[in-house]
C-alpha cells in the first residue's frame, strides 16, 4: 500500500507560478510511475504530466511548456512546477502512483494509488 499526500496548492494570478509536492510512503517509490490529474469543477479527471521509474516524462499538450514533472527518489517526492499559470490551470490537483510492470496512461483507471487533491486556483 502506498500513501500520497500533496502539498504547494493555493490561489496566485494569472502568471504566476506554483510547485506541487507529493510525498510517498513505502520503500519502494522507485519501481513506481508518478504522475499528477487534475479535475475541474463539472469537469472529468484529467491527465496532467507523468514521470515513469526510470525517468520518461509525459505530459498533455495543454500544459507542455508550462508544466514540468520531476521526481527525487532519495525523498520519496514527486514535483510539478508550473509557470506561466492560466485561470483554465484551476482544479484540484492530485497525485498517482503506478505499480511497474503497467502502461504509463493518461487514463486515470490505469493508476493504482491517489492522493487527497490539493487546491490550485489562478485568479485572472
Known amino acids: 500500500q502506498v500513501q500520497l499526500v500533496e502539498s504547494g496548492g493555493g490561489l496566485v494570478q494569472a502568471g504566476g507560478s506554483l510547485r506541487l509536492s507529493c510525498v510517498a510512503s513505502g520503500r519502494t517509490f522507485g519501481s513506481y510511475t508518478m504522475g499528477w490529474f487534475r479535475q475541474a469543477p463539472g469537469k472529468e479527471r484529467e491527465f496532467v504530466a507523468a514521470?515513469?521509474?526510470?525517468?520518461?516524462?509525459y505530459s498533455a499538450d495543454s500544459v507542455k511548456g508550462r508544466f514540468t514533472i520531476s521526481r527525487d527518489n532519495a525523498k520519496n517526492t514527486v514535483y510539478l512546477q508550473m509557470n506561466g499559470l492560466k485561470p483554465e490551470d484551476t482544479a484540484v490537483y492530485y497525485c498517482?502512483?503506478?505499480?511497474?510492470?503497467?502502461?504509463?496512461?493518461?487514463?486515470?483507471?490505469?493508476?493504482?494509488?491517489w492522493g487527497q487533491g490539493t487546491q490550485v486556483t489562478v485568479s485572472s
Open positions: 514521470i515513469s521509474w526510470s525517468g520518461s516524462l
Open positions: 498517482v502512483a503506478q505499480r511497474r510492470g503497467r502502461t504509463v496512461s493518461s487514463g486515470p483507471s490505469q493508476y493504482d494509488y
